[in-house]
């Protein structure tokens, strides 16, 4: 696999904020369709219809959005912990 990081910092984004964007969207990956592999899980051992799980994930879709924008929109969000110390 290609490593990004000497891209990413060349381009002059910092590394901590897009390894913390990038596994944000992961999250968001691993619970939405068509691949939603944690909805699958879930849904496999109540044996709850995989469609009531998706259902029931939308709210967690749109907060976590909401939360991507926030990240992307004020960088120094994720950043202020690292500067601290």
């Known amino acids: 696999m290609l ?11 910092d590394l901590v904020w897009f390894g913390i964007i990038v596994i ?10 068509p691949m939603g592999l944690n ?4 849904s496999k051992y109540p044996n709850t219809p995989v469609v009531d799980v998706f259902r ?11 939360v991507i924008a926030l990240l992307l929109a004020f960088p120094t ?9």
């Open 77 to 85: 969000i994720i950043l202020w912990l690292p500067a601290h110390m």
């Open 56 to 66: 029931g994930i939308v709210p967690h879709v749109f907060s976590h959005l909401v």
């Open 3 to 13: 490593d990004a990081a000497p891209l990413v910092a060349s381009l002059g984004f």
């Open 24 to 33: 944000v969207i992961a999250e968001l990956g691993l619970v939405t369709p």
């Open 39 to 42: 909805a699958f899980v879930v």
